[in-house]
């Protein structure tokens, strides 16, 4: 089966080669430059041998050089920094913040392991943990450091909370939803879940048990959650609806962020039946 794949992937690259080459002369056409664009025309100028004035006025423009969430950072845009940087990236000119725990989207080619690297680069007295958490109580904390200590290895650095710990404990809970069967249908237990989580979210409101850092308290203290305290997470929509009827199902009004409107997008449907032609 390898042949026939392969002569598609062939045919598919013939015709990105034509779409790329279109939409490059239609930029050029209309002077306009994308995101990808953006960033390699700049590096490219920023490190051009032939102009090194360039970069040197630049570098020389900017004082200090401040970046957030730094995990997220690929090596082109590394480039651009030491560009910018000049002959002061370690001697204080460059400051940098990021959590490498929290790098798990490979967001634009993002190198986790690239922050990890400038960081150790840094001078040692440059060195910063930021390990004290201002949003969980202690219990969740703990959780989060015996879950991650293991497979993180000698670089995780424990979390330690701000806050009291003002609700009762274990603050963390699984709920484990079953169906009986060898082999039941994961649209089946995917529904078994969203019972339970809704089922679960409408005890702790109607018990009233205070679980939630009150925040409007001068001290320390908790109250009964409200719905708004509540989010469920998930790593995709595709069943979604299931944990909506069973929201509903319980009385539980909610709001869903992110829905399918990328999907529902023109370029996409195009590039779907493309494909599909293929």
């Known amino acids: 089966e390898a042949l026939p794949v392969a002569k598609y992937g062939l045919q598919l690259l013939e015709v990105t080669r034509d779409i790329v080459a279109a939409y490059e002369a239609r930029k050029q056409q209309l002077a306009a430059l994308d995101f990808d664009d953006l960033m390699i025309r700049t590096k490219q100028l920023l490190t051009s041998t032939e102009h090194p004035h360039v970069s040197r006025r630049v570098a020389a423009g900017i004082e200090h050089l401040l970046i957030d969430e730094f995990q997220d950072t690929n090596q082109l845009q590394v480039e651009l920094v030491e560009a910018l940087c000049g002959e002061r990236k370690l001697s204080g000119k460059l400051f940098i913040v990021g959590d490498f725990k929290q790098s798990i989207y490979r967001f634009r080619q993002a190198e986790p392991k690239i922050f990890r690297t400038l960081r150790e680069e840094m001078p040692e007295g440059g060195r910063l943990s930021l390990t004290q958490n201002f949003r969980s109580q202690p219990a969740i904390l703990d959780f989060v450091n015996a879950l991650f200590c293991e497979p993180m ?81 998930f790593r995709a929509l595709s069943d979604v609806e299931l944990y909506e009827s069973a929201l509903r199902e319980y009385g539980l009004d909610y709001y869903l962020v992110g829905g399918r409107a990328f999907y529902a997008q023109q370029e996409i449907y195009d590039l779907v039946n493309l494909l599909r032609t293929l």
């Open 153 to 233: 290895g000698d670089s995780y650095e424990p979390l330690h909370a701000f806050r009291q710990q003002v609700s009762p404990t274990p603050a963390i809970e699984f709920l484990w939803a079953t169906v009986s069967g060898d082999k039941p249908p994961f649209g089946l237990r995917r529904k078994h879940e969203a019972d339970w989580i809704a089922r679960r979210i409408r005890q702790m409101l109607d018990s009233g048990e205070p679980i939630v850092w009150d925040s409007s308290s001068k001290e320390p203290a908790a109250r009964p959650p409200r719905l708004g305290d509540f989010a469920l997470l």
